[in-house]
């Protein structure tokens, strides 16, 4: 994947001779040309960034969290370019591919993940995503059939996703193996202002989520205004964030609540789907189940009893009506907590590829916030 930078030294590739004899627009000499591959994970899209180089520069010797904070500091232009309008819209997410250092360990690829507010430390649909990507693109050398198993380092941890392969291209569905995952808190007094006290669980999936039903704040998953849906899990993750304390077993970078999940209140197991929608970072809204958000369900039904190991259970999108599957695979500790390993599964697709440019006196040429 060669990189492309036009003297800027931020190009991104896909492909050897990419673009070969396509003109680009007027751009600045300096400014960087970002090629992406774009997918989608159950309507979540994710803008695939295969090379940037200099994260790459940066990445020798530091950990990927250590990365993830490089990044932020030298190199936030390139996620504010692409995530946010007019590239990107409020609901886009991103992923940077990052080879060298911090891919080390076994890893076929490593991966930062970029949202409209920052960094996240975990991403399910990227995860699934970019699976079948690494097939497709030739990151992993020798991929077998009928199913590859992709390892990936993600900021929170080492997770793998396994494929289908038919020898020429990548299939769904796509699962994946998470990060230990665990449950923080059960059944938890929140004092909400606007909503007064409510119930809620904290679980890990990566990151944190705190989940409660939508019925405790007077919604419905299912038909209410997705605008108060928003406002309401925005409330509650603000309110938890003052009242509860997180920790992580590894590293205190990961010690941040990333949002809420707003539930139809069906916890226990059964055949049918439960419905969630996922708020997260500056009130995004995923539209897909998430990744993340199904594996800490797991993780707090199964401490809660509701749920058995290999019993799959699945997951309603309230956006778009898609479905991922969950299921708790082997129970382990991760620090001095009981946790498990999650499966979950779901279908992504590609939607095409694209080159952003850059003219240095624009004025909004990195991006701007409209919500």
């Known amino acids: 994947m060669a990189a492309r930078g036009g003297g800027g030294g931020d ?3 896909v492909g050897a001779g990419a673009g070969a004899g396509r003109a680009l627009p007027p751009h600045s000499p300096s400014g960087p040309v970002l090629q992406t591959v774009e ?3 159950g309507g979540e899209p994710l803008r695939i960034v295969p090379r940037l180089e200099a994260a790459e520069r940066a990445a020798g010797g530091l950990s990927l969290l250590s990365l993830r904070r490089e990044v932020a500091a030298a190199q936030d232009h390139v996620r504010r370019a692409l995530v946010h309008e007019p590239r990107g819209h409020a609901g886009m997410y991103g992923a ?3 080879r060298g250092g911090a891919a080390a360990e076994g890893a076929h690829l490593a991966a930062l993940f970029l949202h409209g507010a920052g960094y996240s430390a975990m991403c399910g649909h990227a995860v699934m995503a970019l699976g079948r990507f690494a097939l497709d693109y030739g990151l992993v050398p020798e991929p077998a059939r009928p199913e590859t198993a ?4 993600c900021p929170c941890g080492p997770v793998t996703a396994f494929v289908p392969w038919d ?3 990548s299939g769904n569905p796509v699962r994946f193996h998470s990060v230990p995952a665990f449950a923080v808190a059960a059944d938890l007094a929140i004092d909400v202002p606007g909503h007064g006290k409510v119930v809620v669980d904290i679980g890990y999936g990566g990151t944190f989520y705190a989940f409660l039903s939508a019925e405790q704040l007077g919604l419905d998953v299912c038909s209410s205004k997705t605008r108060d849906l928003v406002s309401a899990a925005s409330a509650v993750t603000e309110a938890v964030k003052k009242q509860f304390k997180l920790h992580h077993p590894e590293s205190e970078d990961l010690a941040f609540l990333y949002g809420t999940i707003l539930t139809d209140g069906k916890d226990a197991f059964s055949e049918e789907p439960t419905t969630n929608i996922c708020v997260f970072a500056d009130e995004q809204v995923d539209r897909s189940p998430t990744g993340s958000g199904v594996t800490a369900r797991i993780a707090l039904q199964y401490h809660k009893g509701l749920i058995q190991l290999n019993q799959t259970r699945s997951f309603r999108s309230s956006t778009t009506g898609s ?3 969950g299921k708790a695979v082997k129970a382990t500790k991760f620090g001095d907590y009981n946790a498990i390993v999650v499966e979950v599964s779901g279908e992504a697709f590609y939607t095409g590829t694209a080159t952003f440019t850059v003219e240095e006196e ?3 040429k990195y991006g701007f916030l409209f919500k």
């Open 11 to 13: 190009g991104v590739g």
């Open 39 to 41: 997918m989608h994970t």
């Open 150 to 153: 992709v390892r990936l380092r």
């Open 167 to 169: 020898g020429r291209r």
């Open 362 to 364: 624009d004025p909004l």
């Open 323 to 325: 479905l991922f599957t």
């Open 96 to 98: 940077v591919v990052v």
